[in-house]
T-cell receptor, first 112, second 115 residues
């Protein structure tokens, strides 16, 4: 079974719209990482969250880790075509481990 | 900062040959590097964890004699796919862990096609 569940699997939005992607774990998230990937390319690091309730923002992207540290959300405000890609969450679910497990990703399409 | 390069980006080889993929951290030292495999529309599958100066740790189900990993320095790890077969065709991605930032930074990936 998948240790990290991402939802939705895919998302199509109109440029300018806000959107949210979720990452849920059945285990405690000791470190939660958001990456963006374009097809056939590597992953671009977006943000890392470690503390329950933590929230970080970069440009128009905000990520939160809930208090119980079992779910994270990624919110994009006023989406642009440049936001299109596959968003992956990765997590340390062992506590202090350098290894990450990943969700299957959310494919985002932004129509101009 | 935090740039990881991977070479080659794309390789086509004949069945039975070996292919070496290099992963380099360009602006930081990485005591730990990771090798992943990604299938279309699937998540990243961790193959092995590579530590500088020691043997790699392989995930369950990954053949260590098939996928040879060498972590010769704090900035270089190599993955060699030995006696490659068509089922080894895939997208291979490496990452390097920045111990200071406690973050994995990924290379651009290598697409391997075995004919």
């Amino acid at each position: 079974s998948q240790e990290l569940e991402q939802s939705p699997q895919s998302l199509i939005v109109q440029e300018g719209k806000n959107l949210t992607i979720n990452c849920t774990s059945s285990k405690t998230l000791y470190g939660l990482y958001w990456y963006k990937q374009k097809y056939g390319e590597g992953l671009i690091f977006l943000m890392m969250l470690q503390k329950g309730g933590e929230e970080k923002s970069h440009e128009k992207i905000t990520a939160k880790l809930d208090e119980k540290k079992q779910q994270s959300s990624l919110h994009i405000t006023a989406s642009q075509p440049s936001h299109a890609g596959i968003y992956l969450c990765g997590a340390d679910i062992q506590g202090g481990s350098e290894k990450l497990v990943f969700g299957k990703g959310t494919k985002l399409t932004v129509n101009p | 900062g935090a740039v990881v390069s991977q070479h080659p980006s794309r390789v086509i080889c004949k069945s039975g040959t070996s292919v070496k993929i290099e992963c380099r951290s360009l602006d930081f030292q990485a005591t730990t590097m990771f090798w992943y495999r990604q299938f279309p529309k699937q998540s990243l599958m961790l193959m092995a964890t590579s530590n500088e100066g020691s043997k790699a740790t392989y995930e369950q189900g990954v053949e260590k004699d098939k996928f040879l990993i060498n972590h010769a320095s704090l900035t270089l790890s190599t993955l060699t796919v030995t006696s490659a077969h068509p089922e080894d065709s895939s997208f291979y991605i490496c990452s390097a862990r920045d111990g200071v930032m406690k973050t994995q930074y990924f290379g651009p990936g290598t697409r391997l096609l075995v004919l």
